[in-house]
């Protein structure tokens, strides 16, 4: 199976590059599955359910989320009934769930959102809950497991890779929204620790400038915003799994004023 993992979906743009372009690239690269990080789709900030059905129409099979998971309240009761993650570590009793299941060519790809310490809300300790859901889904025969670790630290993302290589698919890195260059198959399994915003890219982090400047020239508060005009991109990982193993994978951005599509391919260790 060949699937597509898209990294944070930032605002409008970021909808629009997926509404522009996505339904392509999923013929162009014969994907039978994307996901998406979907926790700043609308505005910058959580997910609301006209923006999960503009995602989903646009060809996005699952979305994930993160700590802007709770962000939009109208989206609660829609974690039950579409195939929308929250971070699996959260405790019992929050709404939604942290492992969705996809059938793939009468396979099942398994999918866990999961998200880090440093830096972010208070959440059990993520490798050890996502040991117990990779044990849980290898006693049911599942395969092709593929985890977007949603955190701030490269350190904990890496860690991650090293406890699961061989035992899962993919490990693909969100939140950070700026892409790294270590995209790699170790062992079987995709790793990146992050694959980078699909939003405006001539701003920060997919925001407009004008409130972060403010932010660290003062330390004074300000509202973060989408600009209304900007230069856009689209960044995907693919990734081939055969028998739940990687076996190859590479990485395409798409920009919305070039011709040009830019392929990472991945390291092979």
Known sequence: MKIGFIGDIVGRPGRVMLETHLKKLKTAYNLDVVIANGENASHGFGLNADNAKELFKSGVDMVTGGNHSWDKKEIMPLLDSLPILRPLNYPDGVPGRGVGILHVKEKALAVINVMGHFSMPMVDNPFIAVQKAVDAL?????????????????SEKRALHMMLKGDVSAIFGTHTHVGTDDLLVESGTCYVSDVGLSGCRDNVIGMDKAAPL?????GLPASLDIPKKCKKILQMVICEIEEGKCIDAFKIRVFDDKEEILVQKALHE
Do not use: S
């Open 138 to 154: 290898k006693e049911q025969g599942v395969k092709a497991i593929v985890i977007d670790f949603h955190a701030e630290a490269t």
């Open 214 to 218: 403010k932010r660290f020239l003062t």
